[in-house]
C-alpha cells in the first residue's frame, strides 16, 4: 500500500511514543477532523478516517507490533475496515467524551440539573449621531414571564410534575446509530421531557403546560458613544427562562446605523470632502467644514492642490473603551470650478490667465486666429521679399 502515509506521520509522534502520547494525538486530530466538527467537508472526513485507522493499529499491541515489522503489508489482505481490519472491538468512549460529551457510549451527565436559558436577539436602528455620542432607546419585544397559575412548573393547580418514565429521570436517553466504525451508541437529550427529567401529566390551562406566559414588554437600550455597526449591547437577564430553576439567558440588541449623507466611518476615523473655491486654493484662507461637533473653521494654505487631504485631530469617534479618546477626521478638500462667469469675470480671468505666462489666453478661438494672422503676415512677407 505505496499511497498510504505512515501512520505515526499521521498521528505526528514518533514510533517510540507511549499509549498516552497516541491517545493524545488522536484525540487533536479527532477533534479537528471529525465529520460532526466538519459537515459536508470531505477532505476533513477523509483525514478523520485516515487518523482514526492509524490509531487503531498504533493503540493495539498486537496489530503495532505487526506494523512495527512489515508496515501496512501486515493488514492488506485482513479483511473488514478502512486498513484491512475492523474497528468493532475498540472502545472510542475515553476518547471522544470530553470531546463530544460522551458521544460514543457510556452513561453520561444527567441533563435534568438547572440550565441557563437562551439569548434572545433583537435590532435597533440608530443614526450616526446617535452612534458616535451614544443614546437610549425604547424597545418592544415579546418575552416568557413565569405563569401565575402554575408558579412555571406547568402543571395544573393541585398536582406537579412526574419522573420521565422514557429517561428515568436522567433527562437523557441512549440510541444506537450507525458512523464510521458501525453501531455506536449515542447519549442524546430526552425527546419526552427535553432533558428535563420531569414531566406533566395534567398541563397549566393558562400557560399549555410550558410554566410560562408569552407578554409583550418596553426594554431601554442604552447605545454606548463608539458603537460600530453590526455590533450588539447586552442587557443581562432578559432571554429565555432557563431549565429546573436556572437562571434566564440576555437579550442582544444589535445595532444597526444609517448611512451618513457626509461622513464616512473607519474604525474610529471620520472621513469627508469639503468644497473651496479658486480663489481659495491661490491665495489660500478660511474655510467652513462640518464635523461631528458642528462647523469648524479652517485656514487653507495658499497653492492648496484638489484632493488634498487634512486632519482635523480629535473630531472623529469616541472610543468605546476610552471616553477621553477620539479618533481624526480626514477632510479631502475638493477645488470648484467655476461656472456660469459674468462676462466681467470672463474677462479677468484671462487677464490672470495672461499674467501667469499661459500661452492659450482667449482659448481654441483665439489660437486659430492667430495662427491665421501668423499666416497671412507670412505671405506679405514673403510677396514683398520678391
Excluded: W
Excluded at 412555571?152 to 440510541?175: D, E, L
Excluded at 440588541?253 to 486654493?281: G, K, L, N, T, W
Amino acid at each position: 500500500m505505496a499511497d498510504k502515509r505512515d501512520y505515526y506521520e499521521v498521528l505526528g509522534v514518533s514510533k517510540t511514543a507511549s499509549d498516552s502520547e497516541l491517545k493524545s494525538a488522536y484525540r487533536k486530530l479527532a477533534k479537528k477532523y471529525h465529520p460532526d466538527m466538519n459537515p459536508g467537508d470531505k477532505e476533513a472526513e477523509a483525514k478523520f478516517k485516515e487518523a482514526t485507522e492509524a490509531y487503531g493499529v498504533l493503540s493495539d499491541p498486537d496489530k503495532r507490533r505487526q506494523y512495527d515489522q512489515f508496515g501496512h503489508a501486515a493488514f492488506e489482505n485482513g479483511g473488514g475496515g478502512a486498513g484491512g481490519f475492523d474497528f468493532s472491538g475498540m472502545d472510542f468512549g475515553d476518547i471522544f467524551g470530553d470531546i463530544f460529551g460522551s458521544f460514543f457510549g457510556g452513561g453520561g451527565r444527567s441533563s435534568n440539573g438547572p440550565r441557563r436559558g437562551s439569548n434572545l436577539r433583537a435590532r435597533v436602528h440608530i443614526t450616526f449621531e446617535e452612534a458616535a455620542f451614544g443614546c437610549e432607546k425604547q424597545l418592544e419585544i415579546t418575552l416568557k414571564d413565569e405563569c401565575a397559575s402554575c408558579h412555571g412548573t406547568g402543571a395544573k393547580a393541585g398536582t406537579s410534575k412526574k419522573t420521565c418514565p422514557k429517561c428515568g429521570g436522567r433527562g437523557r436517553v441512549m440510541v444506537q446509530q450507525q458512523s464510521l466504525f458501525g453501531v455506536v451508541q449515542n447519549v442524546t437529550t430526552c425527546p419526552d421531557c427535553k432533558g428535563s427529567g420531569q414531566v406533566v401529566e395534567s398541563p397549566c390551562p393558562d400557560c399549555n403546560g410550558s410554566g410560562y406566559v408569552a407578554r409583550k414588554r418596553k426594554i431601554s437600550v442604552s447605545i454606548p458613544a463608539g458603537i460600530d455597526n453590526g455590533q450588539s449591547v447586552r442587557i443581562s437577564g432578559k432571554g429565555e427562562p432557563g431549565i429546573n430553576g436556572g437562571e434566564r439567558g440576555d437579550l442582544l440588541v444589535e445595532v444597526v446605523i444609517a448611512a451618513h449623507p457626509i461622513f464616512q466611518r473607519r474604525d474610529y476615523d471620520i472621513f469627508s470632502s469639503a468644497p473651496i473655491s479658486y480663489a481659495q486654493a491661490v491665495l489660500g484662507g478660511e474655510a467652513i467644514i462640518d464635523t461631528l461637533d458642528g462647523k469648524v473653521s479652517y485656514e487653507v494654505k495658499p497653492g492648496t492642490q484638489t484632493d488634498t487631504q487634512i486632519r482635523l485631530k480629535g473630531k472623529g469617534i469616541p472610543s468605546l473603551r476610552n471616553k477621553n479618546m477620539r479618533g481624526d477626521h480626514y477632510v479631502t478638500l475638493i477645488v470648484q470650478v467655476p461656472t456660469n462667469l459674468s462676462n466681467e469675470a470672463k474677462e479677468a480671468l484671462r487677464a490672470y490667465d495672461a499674467l501667469t505666462g499661459n500661452t492659450t489666453v482667449g482659448g481654441p478661438k483665439a489660437v486659430k486666429a492667430e495662427k491665421r494672422k501668423k499666416g497671412f503676415a507670412d505671405k506679405i512677407k514673403d510677396a514683398m521679399d520678391l
